[in-house]
């Protein structure tokens, strides 16, 4: 259950916060190929 609301806030996210323009169609198959990755995280805003 934890990982099914990870994954969903995810794409919530992805939804939400990027300019894709097929988000709403393909958050949760862009979300999987995030998750299964590897890669850092850096959680730092970017700079402005």
């Not at 916060?17 to 988000?23: D, K, S, V």
């Not at 169609?25 to 850096?42: C, H, T």
Request: charged share 20%; hydrophobic share 40%.
């Amino acid at each position: 259950m934890v990982a099914y609301n990870i994954a969903m806030t995810i794409a919530r996210e992805i939804r939400t916060y990027t300019g894709y323009r097929r988000a709403q169609q393909e958050a949760p198959a862009l979300m999987r190929q995030v998750i299964n990755q590897s890669g850092d995280v850096d959680p730092t805003p970017p700079a402005t």
